[in-house]
């Protein structure tokens, strides 16, 4: 089983990241898959979820009209698309995968900062 985060970087106040989560090694398509970030110094906090075939999301209130999760099932992939980012936005971002088992990526760095 393999969950491989990539898209992170750094970038600038009011930018835009997409953040990419490719699943290998289990059936993508039952799984609820999220986004959680873990800023420098505080504990590992949900940012987005979205259900098994897509049709049901829901969002941190801090990231509310600002992220987007979105599911590629054919490809085997969900997609955080992050835009007007903040400082308060910099952490490692790590995606999951949820029931029956619980997966979890290896995480990627993501720096808003001018």
């Known amino acids: 089983v393999q969950l491989v985060e990539s898209g992170g970087g750094l970038v600038q106040p009011g930018g835009s990241l997409r953040l990419s989560c490719a699943a290998s090694?289990?059936?993508?398509?039952?799984?609820?898959m999220s986004w959680y970030r873990q800023p420098p110094g505080k504990e590992r906090e949900l940012v987005a979820s979205?259900?098994?075939?897509?049709?049901?999301?829901n969002y941190a209130d801090s990231v509310k009209g600002r992220f987007t999760i979105s599911r590629d099932n054919a490809k085997n992939t969900v997609y955080l698309q992050m835009n007007s980012l903040k400082p308060e936005d910099t952490a490692v971002y790590f995606c999951?995968?949820?029931?029956?088992?619980?997966?979890w990526g290896q995480g990627t760095q993501v720096t808003v900062s001018s």
């Open positions: 999951r995968a949820y029931y029956p088992a619980v997966y």
């Open positions: 090694g289990f059936t993508f398509s039952r799984y609820t």
């Open positions: 979205i259900s098994s075939i897509g049709g049901s999301t």
